[in-house]
């Protein structure tokens, strides 16, 4: 059984910097495409970023570009999310999810096979 566990969340004033780590155990972790999605209350759950299976491929939400970054250490069996210049609407709970069956990344989160229960991030003007 694959376990997704995501720490790193709380509150910052927007402009501040926030990382966010999704430690994955069960399975075999370099195998596993990441994503990261969040979710805001009333909205859809929207994608933020992924990474492929080696780290090298990363693909962001336009809304994150240029402030957020992923990025995933194999041998630790953790992906992470560096968010600079956090704003307002940005707050969220952000989760991450696995993807067991394809080497490319994904905006899709049918394609997901496992996700963490999330993890709250509040941003502050």
């Known amino acids: 059984q694959v376990q997704l566990m995501e720490s790193g969340g709380g509150s910052v004033q927007a402009g501040d910097s926030l990382s966010l780590s999704c430690v994955v155990s069960?399975?075999?972790?370099?195998?596993?495409?990441m994503g990261w999605f969040r979710q805001a209350p009333g909205k859809e759950r929207e994608f933020v970023a992924a990474?492929?299976?080696?780290?090298?491929?990363?693909d962001y939400a336009d809304s994150v570009k240029g402030r957020f970054t992923t990025s995933r250490d194999n041998a630790k069996n953790t992906v992470y999310l560096q968010m600079n210049s956090p704003k307002p609407e940005d707050t969220a709970v952000y989760s991450c999810?696995?993807?067991?069956?394809?080497?490319?990344?994904?905006?899709?989160?049918?394609?997901?096979?496992?996700w963490g229960q999330g993890t709250q991030v509040t941003v502050s003007s």
């Open positions: 990474v492929s299976r080696s780290g090298r491929v990363t």
């Open positions: 069960g399975g075999t972790f370099s195998s596993y495409a």
């Open positions: 999810a696995a993807d067991l069956r394809y080497y490319s990344t994904t905006n899709d989160p049918n394609r997901y096979d496992y």
